[in-house]
């Protein structure tokens, strides 16, 4: 039974992108952030789950290493109390099965240093990279070969800009943010990034009218160009809505019908694009010269961890201060939290028709979705595989 | 497995009211009670859901709307942000889809009000009155046709009393209530409305102890008539406890085998009556010439949302204020919260066996259940239509 | 798909305990603990659900009695509200269906004593027993016959002890304990007890600390009698580790890969012993000439309920408020709590693998597991019966 009476997305538009709507659990083999550089103390052990993947990091000697969460001896997760007794290795404190963190074999048993299984079996490694204050790890298929650059799961260095921002990888690159568990599929979150249609919920956030921003109720693309399918040899694939073109659209500044003009008198210059495997960049915001990354890292089909990260090219130890200190104040509450919190209600208010409603067959989209179709699409094409449901207890 | 020894219901008894059995979700093409009207206030928007459909009450200009609750465009409850910009319309939150209330047209997109989709797809809407106080909406099937008259879906006009009560359409006609969403199917909820067995969750409620009122026991059926059929053409279906005929009922005083004896010396006349699609009449009650009336609207298969409404003529301004006092210093909190919350209880704690045990055919009626029975087979005679799951995600 | 690289248990081993591994929901047709006496006062109605059966427990004129909890008229629990108007009955709450409780026959309904049913129907009874402060059920197949002696479903007598702990069934056995729900299946309980591998995660607790219990690493087998079979004829069946013969263990006090030495000086001298159906005797714990029994009482497939019970033989009253005195003093706050709050902790973050990763055949045991598979294969060969679940409403 429906209570509506759209006609949804045609067969021949979902066909299209029927790749990407098959990814519930997210696009495996590829590199996610597990936890800024921060949240990892020396001989600390976290926690974290993307994709299904439940991985324990841990650091040892400076160096970070990520492990399967999964004692291979009756199953319990490894981060579940954290039990580290000697350098590079990482014990299971139920009944101390001890692995090596480098290649994840059974090192000793704590009560049992003469079990037959030590040496014979081991716990799943998964690469890890640690750049800029992030630590990134590659999760998917164990025998996914080889494993691809980081930088191809990253947006793109800019370089087609007067004063192009901080790269993710770049030298003198500072970040810093906030991630949290949200209720929503990833691709939703990822949708909602890149929209140009969603300007509505933002059109009264304190950011926006601290600032004055002239914000245009919407935005009418006037080519197939205004969202670009960039595709980088060996390097990134994503797609960009090229604000910075004004030829390509038009701004919505007011709709007689619902008694509503453009409000903000500052004109601000930013940029979206949105990458695979689910990674957002927005040149220019909050403000000029910063640059806010965003992930939408899977956990399972209904969750997903939203990363907001503000990246700056700090060259000196004030300038590096100065950013910090404008974060704390100022980058945080208004950006990271009033201004995205909007977007964060959002995505997880649109999370129950997609998926009790079938909501990927039963939408209907507007023109200011061309540049999420072109974003389902470009997705599409480079697929390194799915992650899927590791549970047994499921169908 | 069952761990008790008793045979259930045979399967002819059964069959007598198996439409009704069937009925999980509720019945559909009726008119039911959204909203009391003061709790929609102007320009303002609430969300319902009945039967499974999930809808948008709007007023605007002083008239209200019922609309569906779901966003063509991806889904998202209007009710959940409500912005209405312009009379007449509902704006949806998220990127501005602005549907006309009267017919669910999308008559504009705020960022975009060139899109091809503009008069092309629609919303829902549903059939709405207001009257008395009380806000219904006709819900089903959305070719149903004609809609029946909204007092057919209502208790009858009571024409065979010194001192008839208060009909819900009634000129002069005050209600005041409650609703709450309680856990436990629409039927188990009915039931316990009309059923003559249950005073024992009753016997020492305050309002019977303060009032001193005498309440046998129980109430032994003497004739097939004791529980009436009414079929009133082009009206009201429903079944009648006959309390108001004395030939009909023995009172049970006294229960040696459980030291139990009648309490109470008030003789008070009430009279009950249980109408389709759920809807319950207790004349005088909680006290003389005033009237009761509760409806339990289904919500899904385990939630329905009980309404109990007192309704009173009212001839004066001065009748209607002591009416109010009275509703808000004695009938609501000894009639509608210490008693009826006995009910509440009972209601709850029997959705358990119904749901997981599969009450409807391992549940042993006794002779006070005759008038359930009758209730069970007159509510399979008048069905319209069902409700059911809208949710793709279940089987 | 699994994130592991470990082979798990081969299929020739899982064979030999098969039965056990489809033991979900318990062992049917055993005594299991209700409730502690004190727990049930006179007149009083308490509700405990065992291996899928909700039972109703009432003492009535100083006798217990349990009868099934679901009504047979609409099947609310009779624990919901309990109602106990006449000796040897039990009311329901609802309509008054009255119950004899050494029968379950319905002998009155309070408000129609001439009911047609009264007389033909009935709730199922369950067998009960009381002793030295513990009440004890027996659950299963209604049919069951004959009932065993409860002494078959408890720790055995000890007698080759010179000193032996007191039994439950013991003439002057006092007792004293807890019981509390969990999150977990029955079995990954009773397996966390018994085992010698866990001692890792009690090796920093308060009690073994203050008391400078010497507490090795872990305990190396060194025959296959270190875990002995024991199987008496018309009695108890379970598996004891011989703690107390040292030809037959090496303790490992020191594994320098991880830098660890085993703490403490004193030695304590105890012994683990486990019984179908799930039933831990500690001799000698936590201090010795006590005895900790522990029962995991299977609620559904993933909870069970956990007892402790410390039992001391005290002839005189002087000798059981000295006991009561050190149990609520520190046997209760350091043993019963403190210290088994590890492995409350361990059990519960065991049961997501076994649930969702399917771990009965995907984990791998180790050389300190030949005492849980050596309790797997005992428990497979002296099964009654298998609980399963009751609700109509899953496959
Ligand atoms: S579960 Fe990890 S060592 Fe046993
Ligand atoms: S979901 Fe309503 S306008 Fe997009
Ligand atoms: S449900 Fe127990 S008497 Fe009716």
């Given amino acids: 039974m429906t209570t509506q009476n759209a006609v949804g997305n045609s067969f021949a538009v979902v066909r299209q992108y029927a790749p ?80 090596d963190l480098s290649d994840g074999n059974l ?10 299984l030590i040496g014979n079996v081991r716990i799943r490694t998964y690469p890890v990279q640690e ?41 003198h690159t500072v970040v810093k943010g906030i991630h949290r568990r949200l209720v929503g599929n990833w691709r939703l979150a ?95 915001w909050p403000i000029s010269n910063f640059v806010q990354y965003e992930f939408y890292v899977p956990i399972d089909d209904h969750h997903h961890e939203y990363w907001e990260v503000i990246a700056y090219r700090a060259e000196t130890e004030e300038e590096r201060k100065e950013f910090e200190f404008k974060f704390d104040n100022f980058l945080l509450p208004l950006g990271l939290l009033d201004f995205n919190n909007r977007d964060v209600f959002a995505r997880e208010a649109t999370e129950e028709h997609y998926t009790r409603f079938d909501g990927w067959t039963n939408e209907v989209l507007c023109d200011m979705d061309f540049s999420v179709v072109s974003w389902r699409k470009q997705a599409s094409r480079h697929l390194r595989g799915y992650f899927s449901s590791p549970y047994h207890d499921e169908d």
Same sequence: chains 1, 2, 3.
């Fill in 131 to 171: 750049r800029n204050g992030m630590i990134y790890v590659f999760v998917g298929d164990e025998d996914f070969s080889p494993v691809p650059d980081l930088s191809t799961d990253l947006p793109m260095k800019v370089t087609d800009d007067a004063n192009p921002v901080a790269h993710l990888l770049g030298e």
């Fill in 107 to 116: 090192t000793t048993i704590v009560g049992n240093p003469d079990d037959a």
């Fill in 20 to 99: 990407y709507v098959q990814a519930n659990w997210g696009y495996a083999n590829h590199w996610y952030p597990a936890l800024f550089s921060e949240e990892l103390a020396e001989d600390g052990v976290k926690g974290v789950t993307i994709g299904g993947h439940d991985l324990a990091l841990r650091r040892s000697q400076g160096k970070t290493y990520a492990v399967s969460d999964r004692c291979v001896h009756r199953g319990v997760k490894l981060s579940g109390k954290p039990m580290c007794l000697a350098d590079g290795t990482i014990t299971c404190w139920y009944h101390g099965f001890t692995y």
């Fill in 190 to 284: 990822a949708e909602n990034g890149l929209d140009p249609g969603h300007l509505l919920v933002h059109w009264d956030n304190q950011l926006v009218v601290a600032l004055d921003r002239a914000l245009p109720l919407g935005l009418q693309a006037l080519s197939e160009d205004a969202t670009e399918m960039i595709d980088i040899p060996d390097g990134p694939k994503g797609v960009m809505n090229r604000y910075d073109k004004p030829e390509l659209y038009r701004p919505v500044l007011e709709n007689p019908k619902v008694n509503m003009t453009a409000r903000g008198t500052v004109p601000h210059y930013f940029r979206v694009s949105l990458w695979v495997p689910g990674v957002l960049m927005v040149e220019h």
